[in-house]
Each structure stands twice: as C-alpha cells, then as structure tokens.
C-alpha cells in the first residue's frame, strides 16, 4: 500500500502550485468561504471541502494531519459540524468505523475538538482533556460491542507501513533506525541536535533519512524534535516554578525570543499567559 493510498487527502502538487500562486498558505485555507475555495482552485465542492477542513482542523493546538483526516473520514467538514457533538460517542463511533479500539488519546482529541468547536478561542490541547476522559469512562465504561482487536494492528497507524519501500523487511528495518533517532531527541532535547546528527544516529543518509521520518511521521525531524521540546516546556510550566530562561535551556531553545514565538505558534498563548492560565498555581482547575 502506498503513502498515497493511506492519505489520500493529501494536499497535491498542483493545488500547492495554485496556493501559492493566489498567496493562499495551506494553513489558511479554512480563512476563505468553501465556495471561494472551490471557485479560486477550479476544483469540486467535495475537494474544497476537504481542503477547508484539512486546515481548520489543523488550526486546533495539537491536532495534526492524520486526525484531522479521519474527521474527514468519519464525514465532518468543518467545526460548525461538530459543535453539539460528544467526545465519547464520537470515540465509540470511530472505533466501531474502524473495527478497532484505539490510544486513549484519541479520544482526549475528539473532546479536544467538540471543545473547540463550541469555544474557538481556547488554548487548551488534547492531553487537558485527559482527567475528563478518565473520570468519565471509570464512571461508565465502554459499550459490550467495542472491538477487541487494538489500533496498532491497524495498517493506518503503522508507521513502519508508510515508509517507502519495495519489501515489508526493508520497511521494519528502516522503521527501527528511525526510533533509534526518536530515543535520542526524547533524550536529549536540551542538547543542540543537527539532521546530519540524526541521519548518523539512524545509519542512514541525510537525504534518505528526512525522506524516511516524513513518511512515518508526516513531520521533517526538526519540526518533530520542536514539537517534543515545546510540549515538554509546556509540563515544565504547567508543573514546576523554573523561570522561562531556565525551561529554555532545559528544553533546547536557541534563545529566549526564539522559545516564546514558537511557543505561541503552537499553542496561540506566550508561555507566562500559559502558566498563568494552567499552571500548579493558576486558579483555574485544569480544564
């Protein structure tokens, strides 16, 4: 199966030639009517919609592509669509659509995303929705027919399965060097970390490297080192007193500033508003 047929959703050549041709960034696509979208891309009322929900849904913190897809994939369009729905049955819904049970985190996501929906200006991300999921399904459960078989038998979270390869081996072979790179950023964030540093760690060349991870990951190797750098920021303020200096050397920032754009691209919050708004000390609950 190729990467294509796994998502077919994505964004193609062509329509990224006319994006930038009308000045249109991919994630600002869901700021244009679907209709304009239709008009200004010559393409179907089907395809601009799932364009326009390709970025909406990605403009949620900490929602990616593949989540967003299967939105689409369970037949939601945009936010409005979801706006008096409810994590839980949309949780129960999707697995039963995929005939399989699936990462608790999923379903922090779909809460995530009926929050959003209802409360657009939120800077929470899925994992604030953890203490809400839990409460909820140790008060009432699973329904009898969720299916038994988990989510990671499953081709479409396989990561080793959407690496471009002619042999299932090769696949798994290459698969293993990519966590070899993963184990090293989880372990040292704090520390500068180069591509050709990570294409060294994995045995692999640079080229074939960034080519593998964006496969599996949908994320090049730096833009995956920041996201896990930034969400572990985001405990260090939630969680601990250290000052924002401390966090960002702690977490591998090149500088101050440098921390705190990427922090509000991620998260549409500074890092003091963060702490303030989540942190031990905030007076607010979690969620």
């Given at each position: 199966?190729?990467?294509?047929e796994?998502?077919?959703?994505?964004?193609?050549?062509?329509e990224?030639?006319?994006?930038?041709?009308?000045k249109?960034?991919?994630?600002?696509?869901?700021?244009?009517?679907?209709?304009?979208?239709?008009?200004?891309?010559?393409?179907?009322?089907?395809?601009?919609?799932?364009?326009?929900?390709l970025?909406e849904f990605?403009?949620?913190p900490?929602?990616?592509i593949?989540?967003?897809?299967?939105?689409?994939?369970m037949?939601?369009?945009?936010?409005?669509?979801?706006k008096?729905?409810?994590?839980?049955?949309?949780?129960?819904?999707?697995e039963?659509q995929?005939?399989?049970?699936?990462?608790?985190?999923v379903?922090?996501?779909?809460?995530?995303?009926?929050?959003?929906?209802?409360h657009?200006?939120?800077?929470?991300?899925?994992w604030?929705?953890?203490?809400e999921?839990?409460?909820?399904?140790?008060?009432f459960?699973y329904?009898?027919?969720r299916p038994?078989?988990?989510w990671?038998?499953?081709?479409?979270y396989?990561?080793?399965?959407?690496?471009?390869?002619?042999?299932?081996?090769t696949?798994?072979?290459?698969?293993k060097?990519l966590k070899?790179?993963?184990?090293?950023?989880?372990?040292?964030?704090?520390?500068?970390?180069?591509?050709?540093q990570?294409?060294?760690i994995?045995?692999?060349?640079q080229?074939?490297f960034?080519?593998?991870?964006?496969?599996?990951?949908?994320?090049?190797?730096?833009?995956?080192?920041?996201?896990l750098?930034?969400?572990?920021?985001?405990?260090?303020?939630?969680?601990s007193?250290?000052?924002?200096?401390?966090?960002?050397?702690?977490?591998?920032?090149?500088?101050e500033?440098?921390?705190?754009?990427?922090?509000?691209?991620e998260?549409?919050?500074?890092?003091?508003a963060?702490?303030?708004?989540f942190?031990?000390?905030?007076?607010?609950?979690?969620?």
């Amino acid at each position: 199966m190729t990467k294509e047929e796994l998502n077919p959703l994505d964004i193609t050549p062509a329509e990224v030639k006319k994006l930038r041709a009308l000045k249109i960034k991919k994630s600002e696509m869901h700021l244009h009517k679907v209709t304009v979208l239709q008009k200004l891309l010559d393409t179907s009322k089907i395809r601009a919609m799932e364009l326009f929900a390709l970025s909406e849904f990605q403009s949620i913190p900490s929602i990616g592509i593949r989540f967003a897809h299967d939105l689409i994939g369970m037949g939601y369009y945009s936010l409005r669509d979801l706006k008096r729905k409810d994590g839980a049955k949309l949780t129960d819904q999707y697995e039963s659509q995929k005939g399989v049970w699936v990462d608790p985190c999923v379903e922090d996501q779909f809460r995530l995303v009926v929050h959003f929906a209802n409360h657009p200006n939120s800077k929470l991300n899925w994992w604030n929705f953890t203490p809400e999921r839990k409460a909820y399904r140790e008060k009432f459960g699973y329904p009898s027919t969720r299916p038994k078989k988990p989510w990671f038998e499953s081709a479409q979270y396989q990561t080793s399965k959407q690496i471009p390869a002619a042999h299932e081996a090769t696949q798994e072979d290459l698969h293993k060097k990519l966590k070899i790179a993963l184990a090293y950023m989880n372990k040292h964030l704090e520390e500068k970390i180069s591509v050709a540093q990570l294409a060294k760690i994995a045995h692999l060349s640079q080229y074939h490297f960034i080519r593998c991870f964006r496969s599996a990951y949908e994320l090049t190797p730096l833009q995956y080192l920041t996201r896990l750098r930034l969400k572990q920021a985001s405990l260090l303020l939630k969680k601990s007193d250290a000052s924002v200096g401390n966090i960002v050397s702690r977490c591998g920032f090149e500088n101050e500033s440098s921390f705190i754009r990427l922090f509000k691209k991620e998260f549409s919050i500074t890092p003091i508003a963060y702490r303030k708004e989540f942190g031990k000390n905030s007076a607010k609950p979690g969620l």
